[in-house]
């Protein structure tokens, strides 16, 4: 029982920050100011996290750890370097509805991460970018991406286009997250797979 209400105030400090900083920015927010938005004490935020600065840091893995959790799950899932590549992007897309705010903050707030802080992060970005750039390797060397493709540039196309959905992504739009998605996956695919397995690839993905 203990653990759930540490796992609670621990989400309620994480939120109320997110908040605040999307407000007025990470020096403009107290962590007096964060314990009063989150209901709690001094003592129960430095429990939870040692600093504001180790705050930053948590909001920042989050979702960057999901999405490198998921990608390793389709490695192991998917043989194909088509179905690999079609769970990396949905899970891609799907962090920008789970994590918005907190990928919103990131992008505002990075240039603020400790160096130490800073270096972890961006020891796990560059991990995933890897996953993409080998998904991409590995469909050119099993003969259903194209051969001419540009192993690099087509994985750095991917992640910025995915990436930019946190700038017009609204959940209440026209589409859902999944649809969203799924038009993600068709885009890339009907780019990289050889035009004459495309069809035969689509109808088994979706």
Do not use: C
């Not at 403009?28 to 600093?51: C, D, L, M």
């Not at 994590?99 to 130490?116: A, C, D, G, M, S």
């Not at 560059?126 to 590995?138: F, G, L, P, V, W």
């Not at 995915?162 to 609204?170: E, L, R």
């Amino acid at each position: 029982m203990e653990g759930g209400v540490i796992t609670d105030l621990r989400k309620r400090i994480i939120q109320s920050s997110l908040l605040l900083f999307e407000e007025d920015g990470f020096h403009g927010v107290t962590v007096r100011q964060i314990v009063e938005k989150a209901g709690t004490s001094k003592g129960g935020f430095y429990h939870h996290f040692s600093s504001k600065d180790e705050l930053l840091f948590v909001i920042h893995d989050t979702f960057i750890s999901y999405v490198l959790e998921k990608a390793s799950i389709a490695n192991a899932t998917h043989t194909s370097p088509t179905s690999k590549l079609r769970a990396i992007i949905k899970d891609f897309v799907k962090v920008f509805d789970l994590y918005k705010p907190h990928i919103t903050v990131f992008y505002q707030e990075n240039k603020y991460l400790k160096p130490h802080y800073a270096k972890l992060i961006n020891q796990k970005r560059d991990t995933y970018k890897e996953m993409i750039i080998q998904a991409i390797r590995d469909g050119k060397e099993a003969g259903e991406f194209r051969k001419d493709l540009s192993v690099e540039i087509t994985s750095m196309a991917i992640l910025g286009m995915v990436n930019w959905t946190y700038k017009w992504y609204k959940q209440s739009g026209e589409k859902s997250i999944n649809e969203i998605g799924d038009i993600f996956v068709d885009l890339i695919l009907r780019s990289v797979v050889y035009p004459e397995r495309i069809t035969a690839s689509l109808q088994e993905l979706f």
